[in-house]
């Protein structure tokens, strides 16, 4: 029989040992082959107020449910990497390699019931060959197929695995040779292959094609002007053309500011911010304006603050079951319960001041063919520049964002001879509310970086932007510990994925920051000498 001490000291032995175990067996469930085939992610079915990520997958029950019934797993879906974005894809029709996901290009696949992973473009089926230490995918005959693909999921990360000689492996995209390592954000041309479960490197979006080319018409819609050094699709966003008035038929005025606008943010358990917003309106202009301010839940704020959001009649304090819907997400939300022509959107520590004449944005867009009218935050407006497709010296694909750009070419609007022509401003801008649901919104699958992605956008419809630095807001951001940890927590995230994901959405390969000059702007065409 044990002595106490000794049987204390076995019972933490047991503690310690079934903690271990417990993890281990936690760490395996992400890579663990399932019997049945789910694409429901329970994670973002949180309240109908925020939008799940099946229906951002494009993937939905009932298609895998009709998809199982015809012989399939699932149907002609794009292979995304979710890292990165990129498509798995076979360039040669032999091998699998990381492509950017092509809207022009069959890159679908399909997994039938009998565990055959078909290439759609070629009905070919996906097959492994050992070649060293390396095991890599090709596309063979499917008779020629001996093991099988199978699917995982658990809390919506999705793999497929494949079963090689009784061993569990998964697709991955890899380093090229003679490295074969995994890596978690490929370049295009990067091959495809098997290896150990990588929790980052081996999980894959799935997509319907069908949904995928609706996601990205605006880059399938793209028009190459011909002969052109820039021949990749987003160089047909390159065009420019200046701001027009409307015809007088076509001009209806906004007389009364809170008919026409509704301010619309998106917060991180910040409400202090919303109603020190709400209160700078009011101090400004005599009067409220609607606005919607959506923020991350749960909804278990103190009795003072709701008592203070209630002092401003016009504020419509939406609180997420979502705790961290995205900033992209947050704003989609917002802009969907806005009823007005217009809406201003802003950060949740930006103030208005004196100088905010939102009643000249408001003219500016009653009366000309713009889709955004920008302001700036006092202390200048630095940032705001033109964004241009082309090639680095190096031959990758890029996107130039010149910094200054707007007031260096100084493409004036006419009767606004303090606005000009710009890409890309700060997140203060009035926009006309049914374009904006147009084109889409923000990318919801950018938590953060979703910034640059709509005036992207705005550029691949043909929509026009302007900036009028002499309308102004304080940027008043509070100190560190106000700001909050769960807000310094979500700032803090993987800017690198979601940039990633950016750029991989444009099919660009590099972003460059560039202080415009005259003569940069005259050597780039972008302004006459």
């Not at 092509?102 to 089926?125: H, K, M, W």
């Not at 994925?497 to 972008?526: C, D, G, P, V, Y």
Request: with cysteine; charged share 25%.
């Amino acid at each position: 029989m044990l002595a106490p001490l000794q049987l204390r000291k076995f019972l933490v032995l047991v503690v310690v040992l079934g903690s271990i175990l417990i993890i281990l067996v936690n760490r395996s469930l992400f890579c663990r082959t399932v019997e049945t085939f789910t694409f429901v992610d329970n994670k973002t079915k949180m309240s109908s107020q925020t939008s799940n990520s099946s229906e951002r997958r494009g993937i939905s029950a009932n298609s895998v449910v009709d998809n199982f019934r015809s012989g399939y797993v699932f149907h002609n879906h794009r292979l995304r990497l979710w890292y990165g974005g990129k498509c798995i894809d076979s360039s040669d029709g032999e091998t699998l390699t990381v492509q950017f996901c092509d809207p022009d290009v069959i890159q679908a696949f399909s997994l039938t019931t009998e565990n055959r992973l078909i290439y759609e473009r070629t009905g070919r089926c996906v097959n492994y060959k050992v070649n060293d230490t390396v095991i890599l995918l090709e596309l063979v005959d499917c008779s020629d197929v001996t093991s099988p693909f199978l699917t995982e999921e658990k809390n919506g990360e999705f793999y497929i695995q494949h079963i090689v000689k009784n061993e569990e492996f998964f697709m991955s995209p890899l380093l090229p040779s003679p490295i074969f390592k995994v890596t978690k954000d490929p370049w295009a041309g990067f091959p495809v292959g098997l290896t150990l479960c990588d929790e980052v490197a081996s999980r894959i979006l799935p997509m319907e094609e069908s949904f995928f080319q609706e996601d990205r018409k605006l880059l399938k819609n793209a028009v190459v002007p011909p002969n052109s050094s820039c021949d990749f699709k987003a160089c047909g966003f390159n065009k420019r053309e200046p701001v027009k008035l409307l015809p007088p038929g076509q001009v209806t005025r906004c007389t009364k500011l809170w008919e026409c606008v509704t301010l619309t943010v998106k917060t991180t358990r910040r409400p202090h911010l919303i109603v020190r917003l709400a209160q700078s309106v009011r101090d400004s202009f005599g009067f409220d304006l609607p606005i919607v301010a959506y923020d991350d839940g749960p909804n278990d704020y103190p009795e003072e603050t709701y008592k203070q959001i209630a002092e401003y009649p016009l504020l419509q304090y939406v609180i997420s079951r979502n705790e961290d819907l995205g900033i992209a997400r947050g704003r989609n939300l917002a802009v969907k319960q806005v009823k007005t022509k217009y809406f201003f959107l802003m950060d949740d520590d930006v103030m208005f001041v004196n100088t905010t004449r939102l009643d000249k944005l408001v003219e500016l867009l009653d009366t000309t063919d713009a889709t955004v009218a920008s302001a700036s935050y006092m202390g200048g407006y630095g940032f705001a520049g033109y964004i241009q497709f082309g090639y680095t010296e190096k031959l990758q694909r890029r996107m130039a964002l010149y910094h200054g750009a707007c007031k260096v070419v100084n493409q004036t609007v006419v009767n606004f001879p303090t606005c000009m022509s710009c890409d890309i401003s700060s997140n203060v801008f009035l926009a006309r509310t049914k374009e904006i649901q147009d084109i889409g919104g923000w990318d919801p699958e950018l938590m953060v970086t979703e910034h640059m992605d709509i005036f992207i956008r705005l550029r691949a419809a043909g929509m026009k932007a302007v900036l009028c630095p002499d309308v102004r807001l304080r940027h008043a951001r509070p100190s560190k510990e106000a700001k909050g940890k769960d807000y310094m927590k979500k700032r803090r995230r993987s800017y690198v994925r979601f940039r990633s994901l950016m750029r991989n959405r444009w099919n660009f390969a590099k972003l460059q920051e560039i202080h415009a000059t005259r003569n940069r702007m005259i050597e780039e065409n972008l302004m006459e000498p």
